[in-house]
């Protein structure tokens, strides 16, 4: 028969210690153990093990890693990336009658100030080109536009009238943008433009293209993706004029990569 309180229990006749402090004794030892709840099934061996935790955007980036800890090469190994930080131009290259302007961690190009004047940069890679059909490639950039009329840019992975994933904007318009055997486009909203604001097109190879602005989804497209199995850019970077006006835009960082 369970007994209805500790009252009847026998008491020690040589420990004063009470049934309270044992049980912040014994607590205390559980907290110091350094393999408390790692078991098969416990709560740290399962936190470990979930691919899905309830983390607060970025703190694991905040609280776990410190400045420079982490290469993108570790991140990955699967993966081939390409980052640009404009430290060099050796590579890339131009066409059209405007000018671009390089510095370590910025890009600024410019048209001249005449009718459907363009500026087109460009890099190649011949030994590993962008391949839209099987290796699920992802282009991102920061950049910011000086002007919200008579314009016309793009930028992205691939070729802007060819194979191409990346954004569009058309005066103040900004656009999800791939091309397949055509053009398609769809109006992404609520974007301050003249901001540096962050870009992401993500292939997943014959099946989606997801947009995203600033770390949010804005457009998913899912026909007539690129099949290029070799494109002939890397990078596509293409502004042009639609009135007698200098049209400028910066790049702060242009990323690429895809599967090996």
């Known amino acids: 028969m369970p007994l209805p309180n500790w009252g009847p229990l026998e008491k020690s006749q040589d420990d004063s210690e009470k049934i309270e402090e044992a049980i912040n004794r014994l607590i205390a030892a559980h907290n110091d153990n350094p393999d408390a709840h790692t078991g098969e099934g416990q709560s740290l061996q399962s936190h470990k093990a979930s691919e899905i935790i309830d983390h607060a955007v ?3 980036i905040a609280d776990k890693i410190g400045e420079f800890e982490v290469k993108i090469s570790k991140l990955d190994w699967d993966k081939r990336y390409y980052r640009f930080d404009f430290v060099s131009m050796d590579g890339w290259k131009s066409d059209g009658g405007g000018a671009y302007f390089q510095a370590p961690g910025q890009l600024t190009m410019r048209s001249n100030n005449t009718l ?30 000086y002007q919200t009329t008579s314009q016309i840019i793009y930028f992205g992975a691939g070729m802007h009238n060819e194979n191409f994933i990346g954004f569009k904007i058309v005066n103040n318009t900004l656009y999800a943008c791939h091309y397949g055997t055509s053009e398609h486009l769809t109006e992404i909203t609520g974007i301050t433009l003249t901001n540096a604001n962050t870009y992401k097109a993500v292939l997943t190879s014959g099946s989606k293209i997801e947009f995203y602005v600033n770390d949010v989804l804005k457009a ?7 099949t ?6 890397v990078f596509d970077l293409y502004i042009q004029t639609t009135a007698a006006a200098y049209k400028y835009m910066l790049f702060g960082f242009l990323v690429f990569y895809q599967d090996v």
Do not use: G
């Open 220 to 226: 998913t497209h899912t026909t007539d993706l690129p």
């Open 58 to 60: 970025k703190s694991i």
């Open 116 to 145: 459907n004047s363009y500026m087109q940069l460009w890099t190649e890679n011949d030994e590993l080109p962008v391949q839209f059909s099987t290796k699920n490639p992802v282009f991102a950039t920061m950049m910011k536009v």
């Open 228 to 233: 290029s199995e070799v494109a002939e850019y």
